[in-house]
């Protein structure tokens, strides 16, 4: 048995006092953080109490110990991410009329009504009334006409352009109608159903004569987008598109004190599917704006039919749903994006569009490394699939051969499982559509697809976690069994989804969706650990505080 040393006791309590003085002093003028818990999805040091934040906005110290040291109340996870929405179009859907879960035509005419009465300037031809989020299944399934909003004697003869839930069609007015050329043509890739509707590419046709929002509306949008987007903890986003007048607004608004959010943008042609990268240009040295990949768009949405298959739809056998571009022409994009240095990603819904995009991520791979294996490639360039909805198992190994980037939306499933099975019948639906855990060696990126669907990445961990409708606890027959739950994710998968996932897709790792030394001082204050919850409290889960860069950007007590 060693003998007791008075002198060995002494040394090693004099060795503790000094580290824990040096950890107490370290960086004196540097804030220190304590909290009753810190979950930092580090696997070096997995959980903490305390950490300290440079005066740039990094951690430069984690450590356990909160000696002498009172902790704040909550629980702190890192900060959240969502891996594809839409800034500017949710600023925008704040600012109009929100017709999201309406039922039925009469409540969708109500709530116009109501915001054209409140908003009187609004319907004029310098400044249309917008709105967003008609489903025709509240219509019993027919599509609208331009007549229905004329039924209404405070809507005739106002500029009304109403956007589908899915923002792939919209509904507009007879005055709009009023400026379009007669007969109107039909568009490749696109697609105008009776007097009102206009689909993908037919889009285009009303949005040129759209009189877009001006510089001060536009940044009231940003604001208040960005204000929304903290309160649910979000600390970044990979904006899924941006064309050249918002690329210019955030560079210019990136430095202002409302800019409070981490933006990974994807560049977005004014002319889709083309490359314009002389009117755009990459930002690669700002860490609140990055700019390095570009978006492009195979199909359509699942629920106008607009998703592009290999088979007919089995709710209308007399079409394949459409492609927005052809397949060569995907790939000579994806090549020359590829080739001037960005990251590719690419909108594919439908199980033709993903084969159609996954042949352009081979095309422009081949193109770019010659000589390597296509996985070797990939692991650097980091291509990706926006939405890969439904994939055909070919698709899907091919996805797995080569490591392609899913990025998907999980409350996307749980919305859409109410129709999928019609759309798809239930042997592709089984097969093909929504995979998540089939997935999950890829490190697939979570989001929400906002304003298309609620922005709150809590939602969305619970639609990954359980296959159940968020909104109503549900799943697709009324009941507590989720859709296709061989599909679930383990809540730590969910988090990372929502955390290092989008960090590495957008060339961060290391430095976002983490609490260690060196990563970006971003973090989310909980009442609780997240571990601790029972699932069903994500469904309306309030965050407590989100801080970006070291700064509090928000707090429930002062909403």
Known sequence: MPRFSYRSLAYTLSTVTI??????????????????????????????????????????????????????????????????????QY????HSVDIFGSQSMEEVLERVRTYANENPHAGTE??????????????????????????????????????????????????????????????????????GVFCDNAMDLVLKFWPKPGYDSRVKMLRSAMRALNKVGLVGVHDAGITDPTFRLYEDRVSTVGWTLRVYAMLECEKRNTFCHPELKRVDDNDMFRVRSVKLFADGALGSWGSALIDPYSDRPDTTGSLLVNDS????????????????????????????????????????????????????????????????PEEQARMHAIGIIPSIQPTHATSDMYYAADRLGEERTAEEAYRMRSLLPLSPVLGSDFPVEPPSPFAGIYAAVTRRDP????????????????????????????????????????????????????????????????????????????????KRVYARDED
């Open 126 to 195: 310098e400044e249309w009334l917008r709105g967003v989020g008609w489903d025709q299944a509240a219509f019993g399934g027919q599509m609208p006409i331009a007549d229905d909003l004329a039924s209404i004697s405070e809507l005739r003869g106002k500029y009304i352009m109403l956007d589908r839930v899915d923002v792939h069609c919209i509904w507009v007015s007879q005055a709009v109608l009023n400026l379009l050329p007669h007969p109107v043509k039909d568009v490749p890739g696109g697609e105008i159903i009776g007097e």
């Open 91 to 94: 600023g925008e859907l704040l």
């Open 471 to 550: 909104k109503t606890g549900k799943g697709r027959d009324g009941g507590h069994k989720g859709w296709h739950l061989s599909e679930t994710l383990t809540l730590e998968q969910a988090l990372r989804g929502f955390t290092t996932a989008p960090a590495r897709a957008a060339f961060w790792e290391g430095k976002a969706g983490v609490i260690r030394e060196g990563a970006f001082a971003d973090w989310v204050v909980l009442d609780k650990k997240i571990d601790d919850m029972d699932i069903e409290e994500f469904r309306d889960l309030r965050v407590k505080e989100t801080w970006v860069a070291g």
């Open 19 to 88: 580290a824990v003085l040096a950890a107490y002093f370290h960086h004196p003028t540097n804030p220190v953080y304590c909290y009753d818990s810190i979950k930092t999805l580090n696997k070096t040091v997995p959980s903490a109490q305390c950490f300290e934040v440079s005066p740039s906005g990094t951690f430069t110290r984690v450590w356990s110990s909160n000696l002498w040291r009172t902790a704040r109340s909550g629980h702190v996870i890192p900060g959240l991410w969502d891996g594809h929405g839409h800034i500017m």
């Open 329 to 392: 022409t995907m790939e000579s994009v994806a090549v020359a994006w590829a080739e001037a240095g960005y990251q590719v990603n690419i909108h594919a819904i439908g199980d033709l569009a993903n084969r159609v995009a996954i042949n352009a991520v081979v095309a422009a791979l081949r193109k770019l490394c010659p000589t390597e294996s296509l996985w070797h490639c990939q692991h650097f360039r980091r291509f990706r699939i926006e939405h890969a909805q439904i994939l055909h």
